[in-house]
C-alpha cells in the first residue's frame, strides 16, 4: 500500500515576509524559523523528495504552513493566495507522481474564496486547507456559506487545521508558565486542537451539514479525539469529519 503524507507543510518567502510585517505576528512563526526549518519548507524541489524517499513516502499532499494568508489583510490575502497556489501546481507538474497539493484560501476576504477554490480545483488541488477563525470571523459564520457550497459542489474537502488560539484565551487558559513553554501549551501541546475542534463542533450546531450533506470535512492531528463521546442526540445530522481521499493520513 502506498504512504501517502497529507498536510506536508511548505511556505515562500514573500508570505514570510508579508506575515512578520504584521503589527502582531502569530507567534508560531518561531517554530519555522528554527534550525533549518525555513529552508526545508521553501524547499519544493529535489530536496523534500530525498526526505521523502528517506521516510519511505510515496506522495506528499502539499499544504501551506499555518497561519498561511488566512491573517493578512484582505488584499494582500488574496494575492498571496493565488500565488501560493500556482507555486504548489507548478511543483506539483514538475513531480506529478510525488507530490499533490491542497488549497490555499484568501479566508480574510470572504467574498473571494468561493471563485479562488474553483480556480485552484481547476489546477487539480486535492482539497483545501482553512483554519477556525479569519481576524473575529469564525469558519460557521454565514459568510462563508457560499464556499462550503462551492467545495460541496466540487467534492473537494475541507481541511480544518488548528492555529493558535486568540489572546483572550491565552491569557485565560495558557499563561503563568515561561514565553516558550506557554507558547507551545496553546499551540501543538493542547491549544491548537481544541481549537480546530471547537471550529468544527460550531459547523455542526450551524446546520452547515444540513445546507451542504456532500460536504467533507477533515480533522487532523489531535481535533477528531476530541469529538470521541462528544456527539449526543441532540447534535445536528452529519459526520463531524469524513475520510481524507487517500489510503494513509499521517499525523
Not at 464556499?147 to 459542489?153: K, Q, T
Request: charged residues 20%.
Amino acid at each position: 500500500m502506498p504512504i501517502i503524507a497529507i498536510e506536508e507543510h511548505w511556505s515562500m518567502p514573500d508570505l514570510t515576509a508579508a506575515l512578520h510585517a504584521l503589527p502582531h505576528p502569530d507567534e508560531k512563526l518561531v517554530f519555522g524559523e528554527m534550525d533549518d526549518n525555513q529552508e526545508r519548507l521553501e524547499d519544493l524541489e529535489a530536496g523534500r523528495i530525498a526526505a521523502m524517499n528517506a521516510q519511505g513516502i510515496d506522495v506528499s499532499i502539499l499544504a501551506l504552513t499555518p497561519p498561511a494568508t488566512q491573517s493578512l489583510p484582505p488584499g494582500e490575502a488574496l494575492a498571496l493566495s493565488r500565488a501560493a497556489n500556482d507555486v504548489a501546481a507548478a511543483a506539483v507538474a514538475r513531480n506529478p507522481a510525488r507530490l499533490r497539493s491542497m488549497s490555499t484560501l484568501p479566508m480574510s476576504s470572504p467574498k473571494d474564496v468561493p471563485a479562488e477554490l474553483e480556480r485552484a480545483a481547476s489546477m487539480g488541488r486535492v482539497g483545501t486547507m482553512v483554519y477556525g477563525r479569519s481576524g473575529d470571523l469564525f469558519l460557521d459564520d454565514p459568510v462563508y456559506d457560499d464556499f462550503f457550497g462551492v467545495a460541496s459542489e466540487l467534492g473537494q474537502p475541507v481541511f480544518i487545521h488548528p492555529q493558535l488560539p486568540s489572546r483572550a484565551v491565552r491569557y485565560a487558559s495558557y499563561r503563568g508558565f515561561d514565553p516558550m513553554t506557554e507558547l507551545a501549551l496553546a499551540t501543538f501541546g493542547w491549544g491548537w486542537h481544541l481549537d480546530a475542534a471547537t471550529a468544527a463542533l460550531r459547523l455542526i450546531l450551524r446546520g452547515t451539514f444540513d445546507r451542504h450533506p456532500d460536504l467533507q470535512i477533515v480533522l487532523g492531528h489531535w481535533e477528531r479525539r476530541c469529538f470521541s463521546g462528544s456527539i449526543g442526540p441532540t447534535a445536528s445530522p452529519g459526520p463531524p469529519a469524513c475520510s481524507a481521499p487517500c489510503p494513509t493520513a499521517s499525523d
